[in-house]
């Protein structure tokens, strides 16, 4: 027996995302159902309506926006001649709300990840040679995710990048702040050493 | 710094659902925005919009239904005389779903809860008692679950049942199928010896 259709419907759709199974889905289903008041549900669903047709990637960066370059390069203040690159717009906001950088991003929209058939043509790394090659770009700052497939792209791209006159730098590797050493797997720990500085 | 307005939107309305946090919602959001087609987002805000709009409960039992009253209540096959009391239609449908019980339902919606405010007048008590008192009810089964509340909850009805000519019994409690002795609380097993039944 199945739920009447409307829940079993939004049951399908709940499924749809990321590390939502069939009891999850229900869950929150019947939750939303019990819970939520019409206006409310109808304002979800407004929302998710809303989320395709209103949004859009800035030209330039990568980055979501719903104008027409997204409102970190349109910003004058910034340092346009250096260019962050992160491998997801998630991680762009991370950075971002550090508060520290002022350069502009590079969004890639993933890495390279040969075993699941990401290749170099799959992620935005074509738009970013053509920046750097426009000129006016002092340093290209790899913080692509110190995994494989970060350290695999972030390696390409500096090969790509060695015949360019700007520098290319990454995020430091090393203990987490707060870390344990005990806690730390060993590549971390051997990083830490590596990248040891003067005290 | 904040995601663009259809991304924040979307954001609030998850976080507006059980056990999921900013953290959660923003992962889920960015998702939907980046690998759901448009048709899909469309799909998923429609389905929110007609859960509340289509779906009501069934005057009888409380269950979820489209029509008039719900498929159980209407079925005519089934025994009307025999009625299980369940504190959720999520647990209606965990029932329906052994396919073993032919009688008819009562969903509560929620148990009897002092500490949160719940009081008697807020569940479906009242209807049920209407039901029973309308006659032709031979067997009451009480399915609430076997927490505080639940307990709370059945001998609040068994105590007014008391004067009605109709059975009432609840669920069996003890070890659960598959459980070893060693990881069941020491209440679990408890009532599984005073339950204990002839081998």
Not at 107 to 132: M, S, W
Not at 143 to 171: F, H, P
Request: charged share 25%; net charge negative; proline share 3%.
């Amino acid at each position: 027996m199945n739920y009447p259709r409307p829940i079993e419907d939004l049951i399908s759709s709940f499924m749809r995302l990321p590390g939502i199974g069939r009891k999850t889905a229900e869950r929150l289903a019947l939750y939303a159902y019990s819970n939520m008041s019409e206006d409310e549900a109808k304002q979800f669903g407004q929302n998710f309506i809303n989320l395709k047709k209103n949004l859009h990637t800035c030209p330039i960066c990568g980055n979501l926006t719903e104008k027409s370059t997204c409102d970190i390069c349109s910003d004058s203040t910034r340092n346009h001649s250096q260019i962050m690159v992160v491998e997801t717009v998630k991680d762009l906001f991370i950075m971002e709300n550090l508060g520290q950088f002022k350069g502009v991003y590079h969004v890639l929209n993933g890495a390279i990840d040969f075993t699941n058939g990401i290749g170099v043509e799959d992620i935005r790394i074509a738009p970013l040679l053509e920046r750097v090659k426009e000129g006016n770009i002092s340093e290209v700052i790899l913080a692509c995710n110190a995994t494989l497939q970060g350290e695999t792209t972030s390696r390409y791209i500096k090969t790509l990048l060695e015949d360019s006159d700007c520098l290319v730098t990454r995020l430091a590797h090393g203990l987490p702040i707060g870390g344990d050493l005990s806690y730390a797997d060993e590549m971390t720990v051997l990083k830490a050493l590596e990248g040891r500085i003067k005290y």
